[in-house]
């Protein structure tokens, strides 16, 4: 099937505090929603910005130091595994995009966002689809936010080793899947997930012996 090519994305806004903002961590398994807000300086380009996900993660890291060194402003947002239980990934990605606009030094006067719907705030904006491989801001904001998630994901396989965070990045692969069943759920995974709801109800929490599935004075009194 051939991929459909989106035309170059022209924008009414003309003026320069323009904030591009994406999201990582929709789909994984573990951790928080992760979103960036990126105001571009005009007269300090940065060259070779893309969708994170087809860079190389060198390209990526680069990419990110040009970023910090150049933008106008930045800013991250985010939602924990905590805050996605309670008000869905949905919801808590809405509420990490907001926090990623306001958390920005200079305010934007128009935001672009990722995707095909805007959170409920005061700022004027409009999505793009497929707006980080179209608009260099977004393209810029989703690189942030990668990386900054990324390098969460390999913290947390440090603090829980065996379930291979640093590779699959907490997405619901076969590795993490049976990890989950081997080792049960941390406190860093998303209980509202059908995943790790199963795995709770099958392995238990990390680190804790599972209960016994029989009385504890079984044995007792026997000869």
Known sequence: MATTVLPPFECAYK?????????????????AVVTAAVILDPERPVSGLADSKKLT??????????????AVAWSLG???????????????????????????SVPPEYVLVD?????????????VVKGDSRVDAISAASILAKVTRDREMEALEQRYP?????????????????ALKRLGVTPEHRRSF???????????????????????DLFENMD
């Open 194 to 216: 059908r995943p790790v709801e199963q795995a709770l109800e099958t392995s238990g929490v990390y680190g804790e012996e599972p209960e016994l599935s029989y009385a504890g």
């Open 57 to 70: 993660e060198k390209k990526r890291l680069s990419l990110y130091d040009e970023i910090l060194e150049n």
């Open 115 to 127: 995707g095909n719907r805007c959170p409920d705030w005061r700022w004027p904006s409009e999505p």
């Open 15 to 31: 003026g320069s505090l323009l904030a591009g903002v994406d999201e990582v961590g929709r789909g994984p398994l573990i951790g």
């Open 162 to 178: 065996g379930y291979g965070l640093a590779q699959h990045k907490g997405y619901p692969t076969p590795v993490h899947l049976a």
């Open 78 to 104: 985010r939602c924990e595994a905590s805050e996605i239980d309670r008000i869905n990934i949905y919801q808590a990605t809405m509420l990490a995009m907001k926090r990623a606009v306001e958390g920005l």
